[in-house]
């Protein structure tokens, strides 16, 4: 995400993934609304044209996984930058991410994002 290489986030999903949780400037960060992938993905990237690399950014803090045969779960708490005006501002953001195995290859099937109430992850 943060080379902005859209097609190389979207390889990570199964045909039908979706992401709920807040996208992009305007949107409440306790945003409820599940949407493809694809859609998603639009958004950020009409969102983030013509911003300086320097003004967003997401950088991984924590990851805490769980698999059961062909399914898995992982935590994932990141740190964003996010453009504000001509500048950024960073926050804490935590992930819970659902993925499966098919065909031999692990595929995202949903991620739902909500902003950190706390701070730092442990």
Do not use: C, K
């Amino acid at each position: 995400m943060s080379e902005r290489d859209w097609s190389a986030v979207r390889s990570l999903f199964w045909q039908d993934g979706t992401y709920a949780g807040p996208i992009g400037p305007g949107a409440p960060s306790d945003f409820h609304q599940a949407v493809s992938i694809d859609a998603a993905l639009r958004v950020l990237e009409r969102w983030l044209r013509g911003v300086e690399d320097g003004n967003f950014d997401v950088r991984v803090l924590r990851t805490d996984l769980r698999q059961e045969g062909d399914v898995a779960a992982a935590w994932v708490f990141t740190r964003r930058r996010t453009p504000s005006g001509s500048t950024s501002v960073e926050g804490d953001w935590i992930e819970h991410v659902v993925l499966r195995r098919i065909d031999g290859d692990w595929r995202i099937l949903s991620v739902a994002v909500v902003t950190s109430s706390r701070g730092s992850p442990r």
